[in-house]
């Protein structure tokens, strides 16, 4: 998980693509990066931590010219280490070339292989890296060309940013499953992960890109270009569930809409189930909670504080950092818990070790039963499309039953939400419109089998 943000033809380029990095910096805070095109030369900075940290004003205003493309970064592949930090640029036989990527490219270690046998020299250990070298490799008249012989290459999910001097490119694989809108301010084209950065920078969305096409901005003009034919468009479902800002509108509803329906949803499966009141595990919980409360008429309450400068737990790489924060980021609210029977929503279980301290946490506190109801299905399968789900392994639903994850997390009632449910909330139709494969265990093209 990554987000990645471009803008073109503005003289604020480096400042506004600041601006939308730091809007979606909840895809990502390992490192951050701004690559701009001053005048036929890429200026870049790069540099681990957050946006707010890596970008001083002085930085900011050293990076001239008038597009830029950023990156922050969530390693998936390749370590936490500044030499895997993006944009990556590669000075070539093609000129200089930056480019930002989301996903994870399932064939990239076979591509490195045949790569180097022929060569090529890697700076990074980043799967990014593999795209610049077939590009150098099997060249075309033009970028977009290059592209278009290159792309079908790879296999996995990629959203790309790309960027030479007088161009800027996006694209997104065949299926579409990591997000890349287009929108515009002014005369400007801007290129995001998701929507609400382009609505905080200014701009309006204009369409989200199809899956297996690209967009070529250049002379102040945006051009579609298909690379690959149409594959079944699965979009990452995970993106609804929990990674999007609520304000973002993905495949044409807000999340915020999607995530309140999956609450009413959830009253309707547990529509026999009793409770004193219903609240969710801060943030993305909330949401499910009012949808639920609305539903089922049990009266919403916050039962947990949540301290918001710990970072997000569930996308910390490492596993001591991760239950330390856990641990300390939510605080229960007595008064509120005291006798009552919660429904308490959460948006995914997965190695159950969070949800143990949070049933723990709040049974401490005083609450008389605990009804744990996930606003997602189990997830029975790690994510090979650029997602830090897990190993089999530690996927507690791969081990356990729902009755034993149950007593492991100590609650009195476990409820997963359907996957039809799930589905029709976010506003698709099943195994269609989306990617839902760590639910399923079966994937959509070949990566991953
Ligand atoms: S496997 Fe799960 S997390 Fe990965 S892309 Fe598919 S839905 Fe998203």
């Given at each position: ?51 707010s ?35 990556l ?29 022929g ?81 905080v ?21 945006a ?25 973002s ?69 490492d ?25 308490l ?15 723990k ?23 090979y499309?650029?997602?830090d ?61």
């Open positions: 998980m990554c987000g990645i943000f471009g803008i073109t033809d503005n003289k604020d380029a480096s400042k506004l693509t600041y601006v939308g990095l730091f809007t979606l910096q909840h895809r990502g805070q390992e490192s951050a990066g701004i690559v701009t095109d001053d005048g036929g030369t890429l200026r870049h900075n790069i540099g681990m931590g957050l946006v940290e890596v970008f001083t004003k002085d930085a900011l205003e050293s990076l001239k010219g008038r597009s830029a493309i950023g990156h922050i970064r969530y390693s998936t592949t390749g370590s936490s280490h500044l030499k895997n930090a993006q944009p640029v590669l000075d070539s036989v093609l000129g200089q070339v930056a480019v930002a990527h989301n996903g994870n490219l399932t064939n990239a270690d076979a591509l490195k292989e045949k790569l180097q046998k060569g090529a020299i890697f700076q990074s250990t980043s799967d990014t890296e593999v795209i610049l070298h077939l590009m150098a490799k099997h060249r075309g008249r033009k970028l977009e060309d290059t592209l278009a012989k290159n792309l079908p290459k790879l296999e996995g999910a990629y959203a790309f940013l790309f960027m030479a001097p007088g161009i800027v490119i996006g694209a997104r694989d065949p299926n579409g499953y990591r997000p890349l809108v287009l929108g515009k301010i002014g005369k400007s084209f801007i290129l995001a992960s998701e929507t609400c950065a382009i609505d920078a200014g701009g309006t969305a204009i369409r989200e890109l199809a899956p297996g096409e690209m967009v070529v901005i250049q002379g102040g003009k051009r579609f270009r298909r690379f690959s034919p149409v594959k079944d468009f699965t979009r990452c479902i995970f993106e609804q569930v929990y990674f999007a800002r609520p304000d509108s993905v495949a044409g509803r807000t999340v915020q809409t999607a995530r309140y329906e999956i609450g009413a949803l959830l009253a309707k499966e547990l529509k026999n189930v009793k409770a004193d009141i219903v609240s969710g595990v801060p943030d993305s919980g909330t949401v499910y909670a009012l949808g639920y409360s609305k539903e089922s008429g049990i009266p919403y309450q916050t039962v947990f504080m949540r301290n918001h400068y710990t970072g997000r737990s569930f996308i910390q790489p596993q001591r950092l991760r239950e330390f924060t856990a641990h300390l980021k939510l605080a229960p609210i007595r008064d509120v818990i005291q006798g009552k029977t919660i429904i929503i959460d948006d995914s279980l997965v190695r159950g070790t969070t949800s143990r301290k949070i049933v946490s709040l049974m401490k506190a005083g609450a008389k039963k605990i009804i744990m109801a996930i606003a997602s299905p189990a997830i029975i399968s790690p994510c499309y650029g997602i789900t897990p190993n089999k392994g530690e996927l507690i639903a791969c081990r356990m039953s729902t009755e034993k994850i149950r007593r492991f997390i100590g609650a009195d009632k476990l409820h997963y939400l359907s996957l039809g449910s799930l589905v029709s909330a976010c506003g698709g139709r099943r195994d269609r419109n989306f990617c839902v494969s760590c639910f399923t265990g079966k994937y959509p093209g070949k990566g991953g089998l």
